[in-house]
């Protein structure tokens, strides 16, 4: 396996993690009050479209050749690093 699949792989398995992370938040909701349930609709959304981005990047990265998969990766590398400190921050308040 080289660098490059390596790499996808290493991402792929992330972002099934923060999936799981974000679908157990939604579950949260029937849990809490209003106005929490409220936030954490909102912060749902904003983590699903994060998500959604970064899987948007990860494809553009396997359709790229090997010349260009450095550049992408490193916008990957900040998608990545937003997203979960995104989701930290939703675990620490709704859980």
């Not at 923060?18 to 936030?39: C, F, M, N, Y």
């Not at 899987?55 to 998969?69: I, K, M, P, S, V």
């Amino acid at each position: 396996m080289d660098r490059k699949q390596a790499y996808q792989q290493e991402i792929r398995a992330r972002l099934d993690q923060w999936q799981a992370t974000i679908d157990g938040l939604e579950t949260r909701s029937d849990e809490i009050r209003e106005d929490g349930r409220i936030q954490l609709h909102r912060a749902d959304d904003q983590l699903r479209a994060h998500h959604t981005f970064a899987q948007h990047r990860l494809d553009n990265l396997q359709q790229a050749g090997d010349d260009a998969w450095d550049g992408l990766k490193s916008g990957i590398d900040v998608t990545r690093k937003k997203l979960g400190n995104a989701i930290d921050s939703a675990v620490s308040r709704f859980q």
